[in-house]
T-cell receptor
Framework: LAKTTQPISMDSYEGQEVNITCSHN???????ITWYQQFPSQGPRFIIQ???TKVTNEVASLFIPADRKSSTLSLPRVSLSDTAVYYC?????????????FGRGTSLIVHP | DAGVTQSPTHLIKTRGQQVTLRCSPK?????VSWYQQALGQGPQFIFQ???????QRGNFPDRFSGHQFPNYSSELNVNALLLGDSALYLC?????????????FGDGTRLSIL
């Protein structure tokens, strides 16, 4: 099973860059790596997705090393509104089917 | 552009009862997935519907069943409710049946079992 491992929690301050790393040692060849953000009492929101190397959009960057066994979500200059749970998602790869598998997530708290 | 909508937002049931939750996908999406999220945990995949058929299924018993309609909306049915079924049930939509596509989530139905 393609399990993911993330830090349970992280603390940061406004204006800092935050890097959250996810380990996924058993990622399957066809799997993409997707990160979601979730606020309390809301559904997860898509942040970024990548397959290898580096992907950047207007809110985050995603760094994926060549072996793809980990990935790092980078949030530049965080604000208080970035306080949320962040999930790394990869496929299960079981029997050729894709079972989206969320980890427990990383609870990010941004302090003033 | 309407996002994913779920109904009801909250529901209270008792053990042994049956429940039906509903989901309308984001405009233009044809694939619906359902998740169960217990308090403090990440969402757990229940199943995915595409072209009105169940395409993928997670590790959930047969008490959990679903349906997708021709307009791509979907229902999640849970029979013989247990206390442990209390959770936030999330619906997510995407395009093309490819589970690697980014999913758009609704804000869920909070189900409480007494």
């Amino acid at each position: 099973l393609a399990k993911t491992t993330q830090p349970i929690s992280m603390d940061s301050y406004e204006g800092q860059e935050v890097n959250i790393t996810c380990s996924h040692n058993n990622i399957a060849t066809n799997d993409y790596i997707t990160w979601y953000q979730q606020f309390p009492s809301q559904g997860p929101r898509f942040i970024i997705q990548g397959y290898k190397t580096k992907v950047t959009n207007e809110v985050a960057s995603l760094f994926i090393p060549a072996d793809r066994k980990s990935s790092t979500l980078s949030l530049p200059r965080v604000s208080l509104s970035d306080t949320a749970v962040y999930y790394c998602l990869v496929g299960d790869g079981r029997g050729g089917s894709y079972i989206p598998t969320f980890g427990r997530g990383t609870s990010l708290i941004v302090h003033p | 552009d309407a996002g994913v909508t779920q109904s009801p937002t909250h529901l209270i049931k008792t053990r042994g009862q049956q429940v039906t939750l509903r989901c309308s996908p984001k405009s233009g999406h044809d694939t619906v997935s359902w998740y169960q999220q217990a308090l403090g945990q990440g969402p757990q995949f229940i199943f995915q519907y595409y072209e009105e058929e169940e395409r993928q299924r997670g590790n959930f018993p047969d008490r959990f069943s679903g349906h997708q309609f021709p307009n791509y909306s979907s229902e999640l049915n849970v029979n013989a409710l247990l206390l442990g079924d209390s959770a936030l049930y999330l619906c997510a939509s995407s395009l093309g049946g490819n589970s690697n596509q980014p999913q758009h989530f609704g804000d869920g139905t909070r189900l409480s079992i007494l």
